[in-house]
């Protein structure tokens, strides 16, 4: 069995920073891609950022520039560093990991104040 546990979620206001990490744990040989979604209250759940085992890295143009997706594939960890927040930042965050299926973290909420 696969787990995958984010952590670094919270309250800040706008402008302000977090960084977000997602530790998978459990039967794992190798992780392909990795990422995160997130969905606000109403919203449906959207793509976020992601990364391959290579490192390539793709985000969706409303944090362009503000979010950076990282890995420690020693570590089966998957990062997300969130700059300059945004009020419409706010959602709960949601990371996952390409095995043999895709495997789901919990979520961890971010707020973002104005």
């Known amino acids: 069995q696969v787990q995958l546990v984010e952590s670094g979620g919270g309250l800040v206001q706008a402008g302000g920073s977090l960084r977000l990490s997602c530790a998978a744990s459990g039967s794992i040989f190798s992780i392909n891609g990795m990422g995160w979604y997130r969905q606000a209250p109403g919203k449906q759940r959207e793509p976020v950022a992601s990364?391959?085992?290579?490192?390539?890295?793709d985000y969706a143009d409303s944090v362009k520039g503000r979010f950076t997706i990282s890995r420690d594939n020693a570590k089966n960890t998957v990062y997300l560093q969130m700059n300059s927040l945004k009020p419409e930042d706010t959602a709960v965050y949601y990371c996952y990991g390409i095995l043999t299926y895709t495997y789901w973290g919990r979520g961890t909420q971010v707020t973002v104040s104005s």
């Open positions: 990364i391959t085992s290579s490192g390539s890295t």
